[in-house]
């Protein structure tokens, strides 16, 4: 309701809202209907269309109930993650050529270290996926998770002072949005 002639009604503004709400609900849709498609192996126009509408009345009950949530199916990554995963690709498997050398040639220093990193992700998605990025790079271990840091094992100092230069740290602020 209006308080004042040329007060905005309440809900304007809120079409880019509904926007990523419909792009949402269509994306978990395709992905329950894919899933459902494989996993049941059957094709026959019936039965895809009985698929089809039950893949619907989910998405349509489970939007309704409000239980989907934008971090539970993240869309918006998907892009994103195209330059970002390939990167961490080749920084793992850099630090597995560290560790196997540090492993296989005596006198390679072994210092262990905990630090604790900044994290400048906007979610809790983000973070989650900054520290587990760190624990699947070799060498590294995320042991605890707060509020703007994270609490990193390191096998040595070299590791430690490579995540604390924070190149991880904006690559994932930037997949995720914050960037």
Known sequence: ????????????????????????????????????????????????????????????????????????????LTWRGAVYWPWLMAEIGKANIDVARRILTPGRSISPTLLRIRATQATDLGRVIFANSITLTPGTVSVDVGEGEILVHALSRDGADELARGEMDRRVTRMAGGD
């Open 1 to 76: 309701m209006r308080d004042r002639p040329g007060d905005a009604a309440p809900n304007a503004g809120n079409h880019v809202c509904d926007r990523a709400a419909v792009v949402h609900a269509l994306s978990l849709g395709c992905v329950l209907f894919g899933t459902w498609l494989l996993l049941s192996g059957h094709y026959d126009p019936l039965l895809i269309g009985l698929g089809l509408a039950s893949c619907a009345t989910v998405v349509y009950f489970t939007h309704r109930m409000d239980v989907i949530d934008h971090e539970g199916h993240p869309v918006h």
